[in-house]
């Protein structure tokens, strides 16, 4: 298989180095480490300003090496923890979680821009990355697929659709996969919600599977299944189709990807099959929602385009959240941003940030001229 996350080993203990500890994906890792102790060991944490909540994962977990974002939280974790832990802060302390020699597996899961360094770093560093951090693979696709080839590290999607793909699509031939198809999903929070009202998630969400499986922009396509219950279908070029389906747990797919190939028991109880009484499945409105052909539009420009169309939008859903747009400025803002910057080479994690601060520039002039 051609795609970038379709690698294979098998070890024995994993040692891992949770970033993003303290957020959502990060806690739910830590239940999934807590119920395979014999087979996850927690041997680093890093996380941003939460140091009450990781002095609490330090004490259960105990990991050998933590970092902060800041100077001072990292020096309060080391004159409150009770035992001896290295402790870093700031970006080179997600480095030194990446880079540690006791650490063979990094769930990548910081929010953000600040992710795509470290995800970079874990991959270069020939090591297991879990990547929940789609910014690393919307904005940073091409850096991410050229350190995982350079490095011979194994990248495993985290996100739920992604993963479901990974399941459908593991030791498949390229020229026998004539589609996938990913649904809309549960997540909530008002940038998602956002996102979610106007496909730009799925757009994005699009952009990843083509990183990570190698496809081109008319092998993906998005439906719409309100139930949320199918994450993710693989269509081949027999015409048969194949199904993931699974409960609704982040859990699922983070234990998937920490866990690979094995499938072991774990927190989540198996899906129920009575507890949706239908599946339905449409077509989206291509029409109706103009930021999902514009991801489609990025995808095929290739290069940075799409890191363009992803600041523009975070530019646009900030300004209509704070109640400077309409909501149908948000794609014409995005469309705007990409026809003036349709993008270039992304050959350096520099070069890909710097393309990232001049979209944001021109979607806030956009954006101030309409507000
Ligand atoms: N939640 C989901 O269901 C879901 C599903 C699929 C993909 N994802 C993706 O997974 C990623 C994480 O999502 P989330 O929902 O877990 O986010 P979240 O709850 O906001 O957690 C973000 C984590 O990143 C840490 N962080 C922020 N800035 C940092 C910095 N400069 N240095 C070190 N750590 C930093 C935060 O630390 P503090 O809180 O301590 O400041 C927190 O631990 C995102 O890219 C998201 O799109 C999420």
Not at 291 to 311: E, H, I, K, Q, S
Not at 320 to 332: C, K, M, N, T, Y
């Amino acid at each position: 298989m051609a795609g970038a996350a379709l690698g294979h080993s098998v070890k024995k203990v994993r040692r891992v180095a949770v970033l993003g500890s303290t957020g959502s994906i990060g806690t739910s890792t830590l239940e999934v480490a807590a119920s395979h102790p014999d087979r996850l060991e927690v041997a680093a944490l890093a996380a941003g300003r939460n140091r009450e909540l990781m002095r609490s994962q330090c004490e259960r977990f105990r990991p050998g090496l933590v970092s902060l974002a800041d100077a001072e939280d990292a020096r309060w974790l080391a004159r409150n923890l009770s035992y001896k832990a290295e402790i870093h802060h700031g970006a080179e302390g997600l480095m030194a979680c990446v880079r540690h020699g006791d650490v063979d597996t990094v769930l990548a899961a910081v929010v953000g821009a600040a992710g795509l360094a470290s995800t970079e770093a874990a991959l270069r560093a020939g090591k297991r990355a879990c990547v929940a951090n789609k910014e690393a693979l919307v904005v940073g696709g091409a850096l991410m697929t050229r350190a995982l080839a350079e490095g011979g590290g194994e990248l495993l999607p985290v996100d739920s659709e992604h993963a479901a793909l990974h399941q459908l699509l593991a030791g498949r031939a390229p020229e026998h996969i004539r589609e996938v198809r990913i649904h809309p999903t549960w997540k909530m929070g008002p940038k998602i919600t956002i996102d979610s009202a106007t496909l730009m998630n799925k757009g994005l969400e699009v952009l990843e599977a083509a990183v990570l499986f190698g496809l081109k922009a008319d092998q993906i396509q998005v439906t719409i299944h309100p139930q949320s219950q199918v994450h993710a279908m693989a269509g081949f070029t027999d015409g048969t189709y194949q199904l993931q389906v699974c409960a609704n747990d982040m859990k699922l797919p983070i234990q998937y990807a920490l866990l690979w190939p094995e499938r072991l028991v774990g927190p989540v109880p198996p899906y129920d099959w009575f507890q949706a009484r239908a599946w339905t499945f449409e077509a989206p409105d291509l029409t109706r929602f103009p930021c999902l052909d514009l991801a489609y539009t990025a995808l095929r420009l290739g290069g940075t385009a799409p890191t363009v169309l992803n600041a523009a939008n975070e530019e646009a859903v900030a300004s209509f959240l704070a109640g400077r747009i309409g909501f149908w400025d948000i794609p014409s803002c995005n469309a705007e941003v990409l026809s003036a910057l349709p993008g270039g080479p992304a050959e350096s994690l520099e070069q890909v940030m710097a393309v990232d601060a001049e979209a944001r520039r021109r979607a806030r002039a956009w954006l101030d001229g309409r507000s």
